[in-house]
C-alpha cells in the first residue's frame, strides 16, 4: 500500500472511531457500519475493471490491467491502477453524472434501510468520491475531469462552491449514518 493509500485508510478509520463515540455505536451490528464503509471506500476500484473490460478494452492501459487480473498479481494491480489513475480517457465513476445520481441513491438508502452494511457502503463510496475531488482540487486547482461529459465550464469560484455543497451533503449524510 502506497504512503497515500495508507494516509487514506488511516483517514477513514479516525473518522469511523470518531462517529462510533459520537453516536455510541458500541454494539456488535455497528461493526457491519465500519464494514460497509471501508468496503464503500475502497469500491471505486471497479472502475478500473470496467474501463478495461468494458468502455475501453483496445487501450493499453485496459490490456495491461487484464494482464495483472489473478490472485497472485492483486498487489501489481492496485500498483499499477494507481499508477495509471487519472490517465482513463472516459472514467464512468469520476463524472459529476454519476455522483449526482449516486448521490441520491444514498439517501435514498440512507432514509430507506435498515441495512447496516448498505448504509456504510454507500456512506464509504460517497466519502470516496468527495475526497477525491478535494485531492484533486488540491493538486490542480479544478476538477476538469468530473465535468468532461458535460457542457460547464468551471470556472474556481463554481469549484469551490461545488466541493462546499458535497462536503454538506456528506455531511448531513454522516448525520442519517
Known sequence: MSKEGFNKFIGVVVLLIVLTLIKRWFSYPYALVW?????????????????????????????????????????QLVRYTNEVDGQQERSIIYSAYFQAVFLLLTYYILTSSGSLFGRGLVYGFSLRLLLEQVLQYMNTKELNKWFSEMSIVMDAHKTRVFLYANGLVLLVFTMML
Open 35 to 75: 464494514l460497509g464503509v471501508i468496503t464503500g471506500f475502497y469500491l471505486p476500484f471497479v472502475d478500473h475493471l470496467f474501463y478495461a473490460y468494458v468502455v475501453r478494452p483496445e487501450a493499453n492501459i485496459s490490456k495491461n490491467i487484464r494482464s495483472l487480473v489473478s490472485i497472485r498479481k492483486i498487489k
